[in-house]
């Protein structure tokens, strides 16, 4: 017999449908040159002083002194104390190393942390939504069954459109565990300090989990948007937070990213009995995990290197001057467009209120522009679109120009 809740979950149509539609026009204007600004990965190569990491490391493999087999699940100490430093106590906040664990990403433990959750527990996510968040929990057993409109019966789906200024309204029911991601993927959104602490409030309140994705981390600029769950008070008592070095430091091939899961954070047992969730977080890694490449570790330390900060900041503002450009000229063609002022997403409101792959055809048609439909998101994502700025910065020149002529 197999799971059935694998059963229950949809193709991955997304950029099936995508792929299909391209490959569809393509075949009948085989001239036609075709810029994605739909991709979510990086295009830029890694940093120098990342690569000269990973010869040393590779070099340090090649000689039995130095050669290393398997590491500590929990990442090694050299760069579980960089993390500390660097991305939590330059900024005043208490995590130590023992709570930080050291992952191959953030999709991994994304998806896997719902094993720690008991499989009554309501889980909230936030629509659009990352799907990793959603698609796990009905792997898990805690969906319920699809409905018509696109959600699962018994996950809590919290709207997050232009009309509530992509803030979630905290749920009217109980909810046990709710997923955050700022800032957001699809929408390129943030949420404030303040905006946050209600979440916060509302968690220590309800004794519910925030699961906090802050894979996006690196492209905040505005000064009132928190980089970390962890910056607000009593965040401790109520969340983990996901990191990955994948477009901090255009990782997506290298693999590397860390989880922390603070040794305050407490979870109850049916007869109400309170545990430590670091304990069991180390137990499911060591049961299943074997650990972060070495190479891959060393690759990562180097990024908080004086040199390290400054070429991987270079990076993130080169993507970061495409999504400026994006912004700019897609409002001046009198788009709605949000997002992409601290997010490499921008979430565009398609015109005349067309659907989004209506949308993303004509886009296809006239500019040759690929996007990606905001409803493969979750149905709040109909009537958007989204768009990368993680393309070559000509690519994106050149495509925002045949938007400008043949819009
Ligand atoms: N979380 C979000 C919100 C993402 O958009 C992505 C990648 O697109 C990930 C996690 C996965 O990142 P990683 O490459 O670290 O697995």
């Not at 087999?69 to 993390?83: K, M, N, S, T």
């Not at 008991?118 to 939504?129: E, H």
């Not at 990191?243 to 997506?252: D, I, N, P, Q, V």
């Not at 700019?328 to 601290?342: E, N």
Request: aromatic share 10%.
């Amino acid at each position: 017999m197999i799971n059935e809740n694998y059963i229950k979950l949809p193709s991955a149509y997304l950029f099936a449908e995508i792929a299909q539609r391209v490959k569809s026009f393509k075949a009948e204007h085989p001239e036609a040159e075709i810029i994605s600004l739909g991709i979510g990965d990086v295009t830029q190569p890694l940093a120098p002083v990342v690569v000269q990491a990973i010869h040393k490391a590779a070099d340090e493999m090649a000689q039995v002194a130095s050669f290393r087999g398997y590491g500590p699940e929990r990442g090694y100490d050299f760069l579980r104390q960089a993390i500390v430093e660097n991305d939590f106590r330059a900024r005043g906040i208490d995590i130590s190393s023992d709570e930080v664990f050291v992952s191959d990403g953030a999709k991994s433990d994304t998806g896997n942390f719902q094993e720690l959750l008991g499989l009554d527990v309501r889980i909230a996510v936030t629509d659009p939504v990352y799907p990793v968040y959603v698609d796990s929990n009905v792997m898990g057993g805690r969906g319920g069954a699809l409905g018509a409109n696109g959600r699962w019966t018994n996950i809590v789906y919290l709207p997050c459109t232009a009309e509530n200024g992509f803030v979630p309204d905290l749920p009217r029911e109980h909810v046990d565990v709710i997923y955050l991601c700022y800032p957001n993927n699809p929408t390129g959104t943030t949420l404030t300090r303040k905006q946050l602490k209600r979440w916060v409030d509302y968690a220590i309140e309800q004794d519910a989990l925030i699961l906090f994705d802050a894979a996006y981390e690196a492209y905040i600029r505005s000064d009132d948007v928190p980089h970390s769950i962890f910056e607000i008070e009593g965040a401790r008592q109520c969340a983990v937070e996901f990191r990955s070095y994948s477009k901090t430091a255009g990782f997506t091939g290298i693999r590397c990213g860390y989880t922390v899961v603070p040794t305050t954070l407490m979870l109850r047992t049916v007869s109400g009995e309170r545990i430590a969730l670091n304990p069991l977080w180390n137990r499911r890694q060591c049961t299943k995990f074997n650990g972060t490449s070495y190479i891959s570790q060393r690759a990562a330390e180097a990024i908080y290197t004086p040199e390290g900060k400054a070429q991987v900041q270079a990076t993130i503002d080169y993507y970061m001057q495409n999504a400026g450009l994006i912004r700019q000229t897609l409002s001046s063609l009198g788009l709605t467009v949000f997002g992409g002022t601290d997010a490499p997403y921008l979430w565009v409101r398609t015109p005349r209120g067309m659907s989004s792959w209506a949308f993303f055809d004509e886009l296809l048609r006239k500019a040759h522009v690929v996007c990606t439909p905001g409803a493969g998101f979750g149905p709040s994502g109909e009537g958007y679109i989204r768009l990368t700025a993680f393309g070559q910065h000509e690519a994106t020149v050149e495509a925002l120009e045949r938007m400008k002529e043949r819009l």
